[in-house]
């Protein structure tokens, strides 16, 4: 049987404690998982360089032999079917994520009906933690080293 690829993209800035429970749930039931970081984004001025993500996320999941991390540009369809993907993994925290992860994936399916999305659900312990609050709340000084890998965190101390 082919083996089944998929992936598993976003922009990462930086990586969370709960993108890594999200990689390892994915890693269990796919035999490779691509974790794929966006190269244009349009949400304003990254915290993080998209190679320091990329270095960030390949130390992090070193310890998966079945997950390899890139970058694209460009439309996610195109990329999964360059990479021979038949899946997209999405994380969805709580109910608040459903509308726009549901959009993406309409969108998705619209153009390549063949891409399949999943998604799975983070520990509970991660529902409320997202990228942008781990940056805001850094940069204020709140403590969010138990919410993100310790290489992250390293980082971030460099970083602010
Ligand atoms: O971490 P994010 O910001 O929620 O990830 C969003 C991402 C990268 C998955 C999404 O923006 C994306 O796939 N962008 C690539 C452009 C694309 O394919 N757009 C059409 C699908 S809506």
């Keep these: 049987m082919t083996p089944v690829r998929a992936i598993y993209p976003g922009t990462f800035d930086p990586?969370?404690?709960?993108?890594?429970d999200l990689i390892a749930r994915g890693s269990k039931i796919v035999d490779h998982l691509v974790v794929?970081?966006?190269r244009n984004v349009n949400k304003g001025t990254p915290l993080f360089t998209v190679e320091e993500r990329l270095e960030m996320i390949r130390e992090a999941a070193e310890a998966f032999p079945n997950v390899s991390v890139q970058t694209f540009d460009g439309l996610l369809v195109d990329f999964a079917r360059e990479q021979?993907?038949?899946?997209?993994?999405?994380?969805?925290?709580?109910i608040s994520d459903?509308?726009?992860?549901?959009?993406?994936?309409?969108?998705?399916?619209k153009?390549?009906?063949?891409?399949?999305?999943?998604?799975?659900l983070?520990?509970?312990?991660?529902?409320?933690?997202?990228?942008?609050?781990?940056?805001?709340v850094f940069q204020l000084g709140g403590d969010v080293s138990s919410l993100v890998p310790g290489?992250?965190?390293?980082?971030l101390r460099a970083k602010v």
């Excluded at 290489?151 to 980082?155: C, F, P």
Aim: proline share 3%; glycine share 6%.
């Design 111 to 120: 153009l390549d009906p063949e891409l399949e999305t999943i998604f799975m």
């Design 84 to 94: 021979g993907a038949v899946a997209v993994l999405r994380g969805i925290r709580a």
């Design 15 to 20: 990586l969370t404690n709960g993108h890594l």
């Design 151 to 155: 290489l992250v965190m390293d980082r």
């Design 36 to 38: 794929a970081i966006l």
């Design 98 to 109: 459903y509308e726009y992860e549901f959009q993406m994936a309409m969108m998705n399916r």
């Design 122 to 136: 983070p520990h509970e312990k991660y529902t409320y933690v997202s990228s942008r609050l781990i940056k805001g």
